[in-house]
């Protein structure tokens, strides 16, 4: 068998994980920890650099991509042909030795073992691996040493490098304070000391009369009540304007259909609902990013429903976005009845084609290399309902709650039952009765 097979039995294991990963919406890191393994070599699998020993780590991967029956056998045989070929003696292009290029879960992201790179194999044919190593160290270190000299040798006028002039290292830069709002409208704290204070920015929260809807997701980073203590460890981002399927909604607008616009495109629909002073009609879809602020894993307790308001139904007509969507992808979110007396986010599974995409489980982990996208569905039917939800979170013996809403202030949902229902006729250009 030539080496050209053993290279496409390898490759189509690999393109056959992949393809079951893209089903998800995790990245390489958040399978890897539910795989009780490292990222790299689970990356190093999905790209064919090597391929496991074991069945085990596969099956489990499968699984929670949601693999078929059909597919797992596929998959099982696939894995088959390419430890088969990579645990088979090749020809070396010039002292005839032979690699298997198996690996195994027991490596780490930073000693993956005696991985070796086409460079260094072609400079040292006649080497075993760990002398191969040992000469790309030492080359590695003179020229550190070579470039370090020549960076000082660059200076001008025979001055000594300072820290700011040293290679690798950056010049300080006036910092720029992050966007922060503190619950008792306490400004952030001030900025560190030798740099140029950023513009003072009014907080969400300071100005709640604006009822208009939010034309864009709102961002934020909440420090804990009382602004003493420091910031919280994760960012997030919240988009309440996402609509379902990316394509059905309806909002509540208190105008005829002849004073009504057609209806926007979906990245517009922030600026059409804030120019109609529309309020989201029966459900609103909140599309919320959170990651942490570094590598540190923060990890996500608990998500929870505050309402603050109740009222009658919003008057109005009902319009929709839509004629009727199209699709079977049904994405993973946390479904919300504000009509119960005490409403909570409960984790709903979603579907790709009949494929199950297992619902969402708290606790969870994110961090700046890793972050997470929760959706979540908000519905009524009797009443215009104003609430925000509540994100518990741990991180190194830190605890502390965010407030997630709509730039400062609850997010609005009404019902439209009883309401007149209209969509948009784009032959006749005008809203017509929804049949």
């Known amino acids: 068998m030539s080496v050209q097979d053993d290279v496409d039995d390898v490759g189509e294991f690999a393109a056959l994980l992949r393809t079951l ?20 070599t689970l990356h190093r699998y999905c790209a064919g650099e090597a391929v496991p020993l074991d069945f085990a780590p596969v099956e489990r991967f499968a699984a929670l991509c949601g693999a078929s029956a059909e597919e797992r056998l596929e998959l099982h045989r696939r894995w088959l042909l390419a430890v088969a070929a990579r645990q088979r003696p090749r020809q070396a292009s010039a002292a005839g030795t032979a690699e298997t290029g198996t690996d195994t879960d027991t490596d780490t992201d930073t000693a993956d073992g005696p991985v070796e790179s086409p460079a260094e194999a072609d400079s040292s044919p006649g080497l075993p691996w760990y002398r191969r190593r040992r000469v790309a160290v030492g080359l590695a270190a003179a020229c550190a040493v070579l470039a370090a000299l020549g960076s000082l040798a660059a200076l001008p006028d025979g001055r000594r490098a300072s820290a700011g002039d040293r290679p690798g290292t950056a010049a300080p830069a006036p910092s720029d304070t992050a966007k922060t709002e503190a619950p008792d409208g306490k400004s952030p704290s001030p900025t560190p000391s030798g740099t140029s204070p950023a513009p003072r920015r009014s907080s969400p929260s ?22 003493t203590a420091s910031a919280p460890p994760l960012t997030w981002s919240a988009d309440s304007q996402a609509w379902k399927l990316g394509c059905g909604h309806d909002y509540v607008v208190a105008k005829p259909p002849e004073q009504v616009p057609p209806p926007p495109v979906p990245q517009d629909a922030g600026v059409w609902a804030a120019s109609q002073n529309a309020v989201h009609g029966g459900e609103t879809l909140v599309r919320l990013s959170v990651q942490g602020r570094t590598d540190t894993a923060v990890v996500l307790e608990a998500l929870r429903v505050r309402v603050v308001g109740r009222s009658a139904p919003a008057p109005g007509n ?36 009949g494929t199950p995409i297992p619902a969402v489980r708290m606790p969870y982990r994110v961090s700046a290399r890793d972050p997470e996208v929760l959706l979540v569905n908000a519905r009524t039917q009797e009443c215009d309902c104003r609430w925000y939800l509540e994100l518990d979170w741990s991180s190194q013996g830190r605890t502390g709650t965010v407030r997630i809403d709509d730039a400062g202030r609850p997010f609005r949902t009404s019902g439209i039952k009883g309401l007149s229902r209209y969509t948009y006729d784009t032959s006749e250009r005008r809203w017509a009765p929804y049949s």
Do not use: H
């Open 21 to 40: 990963k893209e089903r998800t919406d995790r990245s390489y890191g958040s399978l890897a920890r539910r795989l009780a393994m490292n990222t790299s």
């Open 206 to 227: 300071a100005t709640p009369k604006r009822l208009k809807p939010s034309p864009s997701p709102s961002v934020r980073t909440t420090p804990p009540a009382g602004g």
């Open 318 to 353: 009902a319009y929709a976005m839509n004629q009727g969507c199209g699709g079977s992808i049904t994405p993973r979110s946390f479904d919300v009845n504000l009509d119960k007396d005490r409403p909570i986010a409960r984790a709903v599974a979603g579907s790709d084609t």
